[in-house]
C-alpha cells in the first residue's frame, strides 16, 4: 500500500483478530482490549480544545479516530533528506466521519472546533515524533 493510498476499514489492522464468544447471537464477534489480549486494541476517549494540535508524528499500529463531535484535519507528510514534506491537502474529518492511518504513516493533528474523538490502535498504543 503506497503513502497516499486511503487506508478503510476494509483494510485496515483494526478490524482483525476478532473472535466468537459463547452464548452470543450468531454473527457476533469482538475484539477486546489490550494488554490484557496480546492481540487487542488500545480505545481512548479523547477531548481536544478548539486551537489545540499534535505535533508530526507516527504510530507503531494502525488506527482508526472517530469524530463524535467537532472537526479536526490531519496533514500526512513524507520524509526527505530535506525533512518533511507535505503529502497532499488536510484531510478535514467532521462530527460523524471515521478516519484510519496506517502504522509509521507521518501525520499532524489540528483540532479546528472543540473535539470529542473515539481513538482505537491496533495493539499497544505509541507515540513517535517526527521532524
Given at each position: 500500500?503506497?503513502?497516499?493510498?486511503?487506508?478503510?476499514?476494509?483494510?485496515?489492522?483494526?478490524?482483525?483478530?476478532?473472535?466468537?464468544?459463547?452464548?452470543?447471537?450468531?454473527?457476533?464477534?469482538?475484539?477486546?482490549?489490550?494488554?490484557?489480549?496480546?492481540?487487542?486494541?488500545?480505545?481512548?476517549?479523547?477531548?481536544?480544545?478548539?486551537?489545540?494540535?499534535?505535533?508530526?508524528?507516527?504510530?507503531?499500529?494502525?488506527?482508526?479516530?472517530?469524530?463524535?463531535?467537532?472537526?479536526?484535519?490531519?496533514?500526512?507528510?513524507?520524509?526527505?533528506?530535506?525533512?518533511?514534506?507535505?503529502?497532499?491537502?488536510?484531510?478535514?474529518?467532521?462530527?460523524?466521519?471515521?478516519?484510519?492511518?496506517?502504522?509509521?504513516?507521518?501525520?499532524?493533528?489540528?483540532?479546528?472546533?472543540?473535539?470529542?474523538?473515539?481513538?482505537?490502535?491496533?495493539?499497544?498504543?505509541?507515540?513517535?515524533a517526527e521532524s
Amino acid at each position: 500500500m503506497s503513502q497516499s493510498t486511503p487506508l478503510t476499514s476494509a483494510t485496515s489492522a483494526i478490524w482483525n483478530n476478532h473472535i466468537s464468544v459463547p452464548d452470543t447471537p450468531a454473527g457476533f464477534t469482538l475484539r477486546t482490549t489490550f494488554p490484557t489480549n496480546p492481540n487487542g486494541v488500545e480505545v481512548m476517549l479523547e477531548q481536544w480544545e478548539a486551537g489545540s494540535a499534535e505535533p508530526p508524528h507516527s504510530h507503531p499500529g494502525d488506527d482508526m479516530t472517530v469524530v463524535i463531535e467537532g472537526r479536526m484535519a490531519v496533514q500526512f507528510f513524507i520524509k526527505t533528506d530535506a525533512g518533511l514534506v507535505a503529502d497532499g491537502a488536510p484531510l478535514i474529518l467532521n462530527q460523524g466521519e471515521t478516519g484510519y492511518i496506517k502504522s509509521g504513516r507521518i501525520h499532524d493533528a489540528r483540532y479546528i472546533e472543540p473535539c470529542k474523538l473515539v481513538y482505537v490502535h491496533d495493539k499497544a498504543f505509541g507515540f513517535v515524533a517526527e521532524s
